[in-house]
């Protein structure tokens, strides 16, 4: 039997979404765990923490019992500095042993409630949550999700560094970096995340005796507050392998013109009674045809949380082969749904290559819907969240499947011969808060994203204030005003 990468459930012999507040404090006392960490992310994504050192046992349930007081206001822009005291309560399932810290500690994971007792209506892990309840209680259905996270390490080079022709899944000595990101790998799982695998990206070059070097990380299905949850935290402990390996670790969507960009690709699925509804055999169901159609419909206010910054836009600028219009396809990259290659061969792959004959294994389980157009500048989970509604508004709605016919195709979009009638994705973060304001109602459906949430997401990408930003580029391509912004940005996610 594999042992389980996380020690906690190795030592408490369960999985940990059923740790409890006892299971804890007994693994504290017992390894002698010196300091509990509380965790939470707020309008950036980025984990923020709160340090209690243990000085007794009473103390110890207290905090993990009740949490503790903070000031919502300096978490929260949106939130009034006269009613703004928030209680930080944790979530036993995400506790995981730090891996950086040199006093032994624990870190959990919190949710915000308000002075009511009830949970924070705005509070991103509850808009999530919300998302997700509404869904499964809408449609008897259950989604599920998991991402692609793509970012840059950004090194010195010497005399030893070799670069890669085509950096796609390059190995050592053609990868500077495998090393951080098999490390990565290894404290992400150890951290309580569902990660698969990693590998190298397609960007490597070298600009100003730097290397640029750029990877992947790739998680499984599984519920979607897990899935924002291991985000967060997978990309705190990129960040923190950066400062141990002395590179820039970035999630920058945008880092240099005709370079690839950095995405964040979310795949999706959704099961009835514990069976995948995606596929039938090898046709794509009504259900898989009507979330598409709800996603497209509502892609341009989409971006509002899946490109919520300047840079996002840089990606999406046409010319830079990343998915920028509205439209899907079959294993088509250049979509922005892609119904990526499944597992529904009935007959078995490794009997073939192996020569043997092995019990064959129906795999549609494993068939999933990816959103293309994100990138990691988005709050985990308030992009899951909307993403989420979406595709439940492409479920309510009889003309989805429709939708979704129009605006399939086969054709590569990258190639500069082809004319394209689909509509495109906005080009700013003024014309993403225009769609927004226009769709907001989908959102704002089931009170799910609530309406000052709404309001302040549109003033903040009004106050980027860049409508003009991609037609300055791509007039005068990359300037001292490019690197600038790039810069600026390097490390805002």
């Known amino acids: 039997m594999l042992v389980h990468p996380n020690p906690l459930?190795?030592?408490?012999?369960?999985?940990?979404?059923?740790?409890?507040?006892?299971?804890?404090?007994?693994?504290?006392?017992?390894?002698?765990?010196?300091?509990?960490?509380?965790?939470?992310?707020?309008?950036?994504?980025?984990?923020?923490?709160?340090?209690?050192?243990?000085?007794?046992?009473?103390?110890?349930d207290?905090?993990?019992?009740?949490?503790?007081?903070?000031?919502?206001?300096?978490?929260?822009?949106?939130?009034?500095?006269?009613?703004?005291?928030?209680?930080?309560?944790p979530r036993y399932k995400t506790a995981f042993i730090n891996p950086f810290s040199e006093i032994p500690s624990i870190d959990i994971l919190c949710s915000f409630y308000g002075p009511d007792g009830e949970p924070l209506e705005s509070s991103p892990v509850y808009i999530l949550r919300k998302a997700r309840n509404q869904f499964n209680k809408s449609t008897g259905m259950t989604i599920k999700l998991m991402a692609e996270l793509e970012y840059y390490v950004i090194s010195d080079i010497d005399e030893r560094t070799v670069i890669a022709e085509n950096g796609y899944q390059s190995a050592e000595p053609y990868s500077a970096h495998e090393t951080l990101r098999v490390e990565a790998l290894k404290l992400i799982a150890k951290c309580g995340g569902k990660v698969r695998f990693g590998h190298a990206e397609t960007g490597n070059f070298i600009y100003n005796r730097k290397l640029y070097e750029q990877h992947e990380i790739e998680f499984s299905v599984g519920d979607p507050e897990d899935a924002a949850d291991?985000?967060?935290?997978?990309?705190?402990?990129l960040?923190?392998?950066?400062?141990?390996?002395?590179?820039?670790?970035?999630?920058?969507?945008?880092?240099?013109?005709?370079?690839?960009?950095?995405?964040?690709?979310?795949?999706?699925?959704?099961?009835?009674?514990?069976?995948n509804v995606l596929i039938d055999q090898e046709n794509l169901t009504t259900t898989s045809l009507k979330m598409i159609g709800g996603i497209l419909d509502l892609a341009p206010a989409l971006c509002a949380f899946a490109n919520p910054t300047p840079v996002s836009f840089l990606r999406l600028m046409?010319?830079?082969?990343?998915?920028n219009q509205v439209c899907w396809g079959i294993q088509n990259r250049s979509t922005l749904i892609r119904v990526p290659l499944g597992w529904n061969r009935m007959e078995s792959l490794s009997a073939h290559a192996n020569q043997n004959a092995e019990t064959v294994i129906d795999q549609t389980f494993r068939q999933t819907l990816e959103y293309r157009g994100a990138d990691g500048s988005a709050n985990p989970y308030?992009?899951?969240?909307?993403?989420?509604?979406?595709?439940?508004?492409?479920?309510?709605?009889t003309e989805s499947v429709k939708k979704a016919d129009q605006l399939k195709t086969d054709e590569n979009l990258?190639?500069?011969?082809?004319?394209?009638?689909?509509?495109?994705?906005?080009?700013?973060?003024?014309?993403a808060a225009q769609q927004l304001e226009e769709q907001r109602k989908f959102f704002e459906a089931d009170q799910v994203f609530p309406k000052p949430i709404i309001d302040h997401t549109i003033a903040k990408l009004?106050?980027?204030?860049?409508?003009?930003?991609?037609?300055?580029?791509?007039?005068?391509?990359?300037?001292?005003?490019?690197?600038?912004?790039?810069?600026?940005?390097?490390?805002?996610?």
């Open 9 to 60: 459930v190795q030592y408490l012999q369960k999985p940990a979404s059923e740790f409890t507040k006892e299971d804890l404090i007994r693994y504290i006392e017992e390894r002698q765990i010196e300091m509990v960490n509380f965790r939470y992310t707020a309008e950036d994504g980025k984990l923020k923490t709160i340090n209690f050192m243990i000085t007794s046992v009473e103390e110890l």
């Open 62 to 89: 207290m905090i993990l019992t009740s949490g503790e007081r903070v000031d919502g206001s300096s978490i929260f822009s949106f939130l009034p500095t006269n009613n703004s005291d928030l209680y930080l309560v």
């Open 230 to 237: 291991q985000l967060a935290v997978a990309k705190w402990i």
């Open 239 to 275: 960040r923190m392998l950066g400062l141990k390996y002395n590179v820039n670790v970035t999630f920058i969507p945008k880092i240099a013109l005709n370079q690839p960009g950095s995405g964040l690709h979310i795949h999706f699925m959704v099961e009835h009674a514990g069976k």
């Open 318 to 323: 046409s010319g830079q082969e990343t998915p």
């Open 382 to 397: 308030l992009l899951v969240a909307a993403l989420i509604m979406c595709a439940l508004s492409g479920l309510m709605n």
């Open 414 to 431: 990258f190639s500069p011969e082809l004319e394209s009638d689909f509509s495109f994705l906005p080009t700013s973060c003024e014309q």
């Open 462 to 493: 009004r106050s980027f204030n860049d409508k003009e930003l991609i037609n300055n580029f791509k007039t005068y391509g990359e300037n001292q005003e490019f690197v600038k912004l790039v810069e600026s940005y390097l490390h805002f996610m």
